[in-house]
């Protein structure tokens, strides 16, 4: 599994062609997905726990996040309205404090630190089921896309290929690092892709310009519905409030 890992992060062809023509293809592409999950699931679990074990220490998070969103709101502010709301936001940041604090201390059904742990065990079984479900939804719409530009590959074959599209997201295992966390994530987000592309590109046998629109297609398709819905919703209320 170790040497499917490093083929799917270096894009390895000999890896993609071997995965193409297995017969355990699938087997093989949703394991390495339930270990990454797993990985991340832990890393993550382990880092809330020790987060949440400690009350003074959420208070003292939230609280800086509340002061650099003020301070962001304060350099942003230019009118008068504005500044009068990062004032009131400054004059009431102790309170909302407070109500945090008295939250926190609500008796819960369970002692906090057995709740601790299965907050963390909830979040490392989740995890995966995250991935999969992902994976699943962009699997599908590949399969589709690319069979419609005349790929050759099987669902099983799209399914197990993709999956190694996962692999970078072990990097989501940092994301509680401040900036670096978010900076890796986008990395990984955008290595996966390009391991999709290629892997479709092999499993349906497709060049690489129809392989990447295969992958893109319906996301692009989606977005632009989107956009539509939004701007007919904004005539219909500019249509609206002229009557």
């Given at each position: 599994?170790?040497?499917?890992?490093?083929?799917?992060?270096?894009?390895?062809?000999?890896?993609?062609?071997?995965?193409?023509?297995?017969?355990?293809?699938?087997?093989?592409?949703?394991?390495?997905?339930?270990?990454?999950?797993?990985?991340?699931?832990?890393?993550?679990?382990i880092?809330?726990?020790?987060?949440?074990?400690?009350?003074?220490?959420?208070?003292?998070?939230?609280?800086?996040?509340?002061?650099?969103?003020?301070?962001?709101?304060?350099?942003?502010?230019?009118?008068?309205?504005?500044?009068?709301?990062?004032?009131?936001?400054k004059?009431?940041?102790?309170?909302?404090l407070?109500?945090?604090?008295?939250?926190?201390?609500?008796?819960?059904?369970?002692?906090?630190?057995?709740?601790?742990?299965?907050?963390?065990?909830?979040?490392?079984?989740?995890?995966?089921?995250?991935?999969?479900?992902?994976l699943?939804?962009?699997?599908?719409?590949?399969?589709?896309?690319?069979?419609?530009?005349?790929?050759?590959?099987?669902?099983?074959?799209?399914?197990g290929?993709?999956?190694?599209?996962?692999?970078?997201?072990?990097?989501?295992?940092?994301?509680?690092?401040?900036?670096?966390?978010?900076?890796?994530?986008?990395?990984?987000?955008?290595?996966?892709?390009v391991?999709?592309?290629?892997?479709?590109?092999?499993?349906?046998?497709?060049?690489?310009?129809?392989?990447?629109?295969?992958?893109?297609?319906?996301?692009?398709?989606?977005?632009?519905?989107?956009?539509?819905?939004?701007?007919?919703?904004?005539?219909?209320?500019?249509?609206?409030?002229?009557?």
């Open positions: 599994m170790i040497d499917t890992f490093n083929g799917a992060l270096t894009l390895s062809q000999t890896l993609f062609q071997g995965m193409r023509e297995a017969p355990d293809v699938v087997r093989r592409g949703l394991t390495l997905v339930l270990l990454v999950g797993l990985l991340v699931g832990g890393v993550q679990a880092s809330t726990m020790i987060t949440n074990s400690n009350p003074d220490r959420v208070i003292a998070d939230i609280e800086t996040t509340l002061n650099q969103s003020i301070q962001q709101q304060s350099l942003a502010a230019t009118s008068a309205s504005q500044r009068e709301v990062v004032q009131m936001l004059e009431n940041s102790q309170g909302v407070s109500v945090v604090r008295a939250v926190m201390d609500l008796p819960t059904p369970l002692p906090r630190p057995v709740s601790v742990i299965f907050q963390g065990l909830g979040l490392m079984a989740s995890t995966p089921l995250s991935y999969m479900g992902s699943m939804f962009a699997v599908v719409f590949t399969h589709i896309a690319a069979q419609q530009l005349g790929g050759q590959g099987t669902i099983q074959q799209m399914l290929m993709g999956a190694l599209s996962v692999a970078p997201h072990a990097l989501d295992a940092l994301s509680f690092i401040p900036v670096i966390g978010s900076t890796l994530g986008v990395i990984a987000w955008a290595w996966g892709l391991i999709l592309v290629q892997t479709t590109s092999i499993a349906h046998r497709l060049d690489s310009g129809r392989a990447t629109l295969a992958v893109l297609l319906y996301p692009l398709i989606g977005v632009l519905l989107v956009l539509f819905g939004c701007c007919a919703l904004f005539l219909l209320a500019f249509v609206s409030g002229g009557r």
